[in-house]
């Protein structure tokens, strides 16, 4: 199968190329140039294979290039590092209503599903391609992917991997898990500014081709781990399927019966990756989008206006901390009829104006599979101490973001269709919103927020949280967002 650019539809690569080169040189982003269809049948058998067998058949549907040996080795060493067989399990909390755990990987976040196998893709590819250029990955982080694609470089032969992500905007925690990275080939800084100036910093980086040629000299070409990455969204489609076949398998479903997904989201990947599969042929009811108070895609949703333009929060749901939301131009692509000179104008609208309108009519009539809504603070943190009093089940505040979205839905729809909630990060990862949530008071410190949450809840505190608090700080870098390109230079003129 070949990909395309969402700016440039007559260029065309292979799977291999989307992956080691991570953006399009015009800025784009690829695609698949279709979506392969999967049956019922199909689904129905992935109920007795294992998490790793469902991803390596996905993967499969879209990577030609590689045999299903290969494919099914990337995913087995990927899905190793999970506590479990089941990477991605779901658990029922109540009739008709579930919640999908993508936070038992080795940094405790939905992006380990993806960020697991990412280094594994682009070390097949290089071997595949014959490239003898190391790998530099760049990462603009709102948090999660950091210290995913930290530990899943980490290491990693034939790679350079540096993440930058904004100092003040991501949890106590995360920032520990990032600045306490080992490996010889990473480096992490945070930036004087907001997610979205990281995100812009990077992808400015990455067309910017007197920057290509500079490293190409030095024997890099770059890569990315964030979801702008195929290699990075493509892993992420197979939980969708995933807890379809997990819900046949119990009974709880019929074969062909529609259900929903709500969906915490910030850069648009997550649930992007359920339209995918939607495109592929999962029974999908409704994608529920679930923003918090930057509720930019919200106000898309329901307007057709896309305006970035608009006051910053920052919330006590970091990762989704986000007025630009980069996978959305992949859906964007599809809403303009894959047009790609007209998704190029959108673009430059939003980069000109920080603002672009899709007709509304176009959205209800061909893309009505999406809804979406937000949830305020106040929100979140009922959702959280509510989740937990009505189910005695513990959701992170990202999480809880989807839980108030969906009964909000639920309240104005009636909508009974058994709903699957995407939940995104262990609530140990943000315990100290977590705990005051539950307990009505506030602990300062993160370690003695996740020993008192602990206490309360019962929930097991996985082992690298607690590590944490006595692991070695290792970056301490803080830098102004003008500088990155400089540090980036800087980094590889060592190596």
Known sequence: MKFISTRNASL????????????SPDGGLFVPESFPEVSMDRIRAMADMTYAERASYVMGLYLDEFTKEELSEIASRAYSRFEDEDAC???????????LELWHGPTFAFKDVALTVLPELISACRK??????????????????????????????????????????????????????GGNNTYVAGIRGNFDDAQTAVKTIFTDKKVAEELKEKGFVMSSANSINWGRLLPQITYYFSSYADMLSSGDIKEGEKINFCVPTGNFGDILAGYYAFRMGLPVNKLICASNINNVLTDFFNSGEYDASREFHKTISPSMDILISSNLERLVFEMTGRNSDQLASLMKDLKETGKYQVELSVIRRNFGVFTAGYADEEETMDAMANTFDEYGYV?????????????????????ETPTVILSTASPYKFAQDVYEALDESRVEDPFKAVKKLHSL?????????????????????????????EKVMERVSRQ
């Open 395 to 415: 959701v992170d505040p990202h999480t809880a973001v989807a839980v108030s979205v969906y009964d909000n839905y639920l309240m104005i729809t009636g909508d």
């Open 457 to 485: 809840s019962g929930m097991e505190i996985p082992e690298g949280i607690e590590k944490l608090e006595t692991a070695e700080i290792r970056f301490t870098d803080v830098l102004d967002k003008t500088k990155i390109k």
């Open 89 to 99: 399990p779901l658990t029922k909390v109540d009739d008709g209503l579930y919640v």
């Open 128 to 181: 595949k391609r014959g490239e003898k250029d190391k790998t530099l990955v760049l990462v603009a982080t709102s948090g999660d992917t950091g210290k995913a694609a930290l530990e899943g470089f980490k290491d990693v032969e034939g790679t350079e991997i540096m993440v930058f992500y904004p100092d003040e905007g991501v949890s106590d925690m995360q920032k520990m898990q990032m600045i306490t990275t």
């Open 12 to 23: 065309s690569v292979s799977g291999s190329e989307a992956i080691l080169t991570g953006i």
